[in-house]
């Protein structure tokens, strides 16, 4: 773990979750028109079936995850580094924090909907175990979509 960050189990419903989830659909926006976008609403991130984590770094929150549970998957969203914090290995933490968090909820597979555009991304899933597939529900096929999952078992 990086020195000074601590993950955990947070509400988005704060100001500052708040600012850190409207910096990522910036950047997602950035890279991809509204129709390649599939953004989960922070009244949705804090679900009873949802699990969301945040990065704090020295105490301000520098990155989140989510994953939404629906046994026997789950679907991983919001997988965001502010810019001031990214280099510090922070993504792949946040993924295996949520992976285990996936575990504890004994779901057997994760999947997500990523776009071609953000290579960091991709790189990071790859390295993970990520595998791409197919196009998941509610998705459907997408020239802006790269679907990928990966076995919890």
Same mark, same amino acid.
């Given at each position: 773990?990086?020195?000074?960050?601590?993950?955990?189990?947070?509400?988005?419903?704060?100001?500052?979750?708040?600012?850190?989830?409207?910096?990522?659909?910036?950047?997602?926006?950035?890279?991809?028109?509204?129709?390649?976008?599939?953004?989960?609403?922070?009244?949705?991130? /804090? /679900?009873?079936?949802?699990?969301?984590?945040?990065?704090?770094?020295?105490?301000?929150?520098?990155?989140?995850?989510?994953?939404?549970?629906?046994?026997?998957?789950?679907?991983?969203?919001?997988?965001?580094? /502010?810019?001031?914090a990214r280099g510090l290995?922070?993504?792949?933490?946040?993924? %295996?924090?949520?992976?285990?968090?996936?575990?504890?909820?004994?779901?057997?597979v994760l999947r997500l909907?990523?776009?071609?555009?953000?290579?960091?991304?991709? %790189?990071?899933?790859?390295?993970?175990?990520?595998?791409?597939?197919?196009?998941f529900p509610p998705y459907?096929?997408?020239?802006?979509?790269?679907?990928?999952?990966?076995?919890?078992?």
């Amino acid at each position: 773990m990086v020195a000074g960050v601590v993950i955990g189990a947070e509400t988005p419903l704060q100001p500052d979750i708040q600012r850190l989830i409207a910096a990522s659909d910036d950047f997602s926006a950035s890279l991809y028109p509204a129709e390649g976008r599939h953004p989960v609403d922070v009244a949705r991130l /804090a /679900a009873p079936d949802v699990r969301f984590l945040v990065a704090r770094r020295d105490g301000v929150a520098v990155g989140c995850i989510a994953v939404l549970v629906a046994p026997p998957a789950g679907e991983i969203k919001r997988l965001f580094v /502010a810019s001031e914090a990214r280099g510090l290995k922070l993504g792949a933490a946040l993924l %295996a924090a949520i992976e285990a968090e996936a575990r504890r909820e004994r779901l057997s597979v994760l999947r997500l909907e990523t776009g071609p555009r953000n290579a960091s991304a991709l %790189a990071l899933y790859t390295a993970g175990g990520y595998q791409p597939c197919g196009p998941f529900p509610p998705y459907g096929p997408s020239p802006h979509s790269i679907f990928m999952e990966k076995p919890l078992t």
